[in-house]
């Protein structure tokens, strides 16, 4: 059974800190991996998708990684503003429909 | 982008009366839909998936006869709570996977706030 967590749970920065959110999973038989931030009360956002085959994934201030034979990715966000300030949630794809979420990790960016 | 819609938004009911949630695919057709449900400071747990025009496939421990899922269209796919308790009180996700080859991926939609008193 697929499990997925992240390191740290809670994370309080001040503004312009750079940032590493952990993700580890426990079968490396994945078919993508995604990041998603989800504001208190809301829905989520897809930040980013990375495919097995891929290494890493940018869109603006972050980077997503992923080594599958170890079961971990990584989310960087760089020079963090107060509005990053949400919950990161990464979530493996395995070879069914199904996207198992990990425990994510609530962000704080204070000014 | 992909757009995911939920109706209603929030909804206090009183413990033993039944709830529907709607959820549409705004401007892209859904084979699939997923309902999740999150318990505060908890991750997204999958409670089932949502075929057009077959049963939905229910995750373990998930009472098919109390969550009741109709994927009727390609865009609509409702769960309805019935007989709700308060321990059915949480925020209900829906998602919408949109085919479309290796890129393929889900969309959420804001979430539905249940309260049962």
């Known amino acids: 059974k697929q499990e997925v967590t992240q390191i740290p749970a809670a994370l309080s920065v001040p503004e312009g800190e750079n940032l590493v959110l952990n993700c580890s999973f426990t079968d490396s038989a994945i078919y993508n991996l995604q990041w998603f931030r989800q504001d208190p009360g809301k829905g989520l956002t897809s930040l980013l998708l990375i495919q097995s085959s891929q290494r890493e994934q940018t869109s603006g201030r972050l980077n997503a990684s992923l080594d599958k034979s170890s079961g971990r990715s990584t989310l960087y966000i760089a020079a963090s503003q107060p509005g990053d300030s949400a919950t990161y949630l990464c979530a493996v794809r395995g070879n069914t429909d199904k996207l198992i979420f990990g425990t994510g990790t609530r962000l704080q960016v204070f000014p | 982008g992909a757009v995911v819609s939920q109706h209603p938004s929030w909804v206090i009911c009183k413990s033993g009366t039944s709830v529907k949630i709607e959820c549409r695919s705004l401007?892209?057709?859904?084979?699939?839909m997923f309902w999740y449900r999150q318990f505060p400071k908890q991750s997204l747990m999958l409670m089932a998936t949502?075929?057009?025009?077959?049963?939905?496939?229910?995750e373990q421990g998930v009472e098919k006869d109390k969550f009741l899922i109709n994927h009727a269209s390609l865009t609509l796919s409702t769960l309805t709570v019935t007989s709700a308790h308060p321990e059915d009180s949480s925020f209900y996700i829906c998602s919408a996977r949109r085919e479309g080859g290796w890129r393929e991926t889900q969309y959420f939609g804001p979430g539905t706030r249940l309260l049962v008193l």
């Open positions: 401007d892209f057709q859904a084979t699939t």
């Open positions: 949502s075929n057009e025009g077959s049963k939905a496939t229910y």
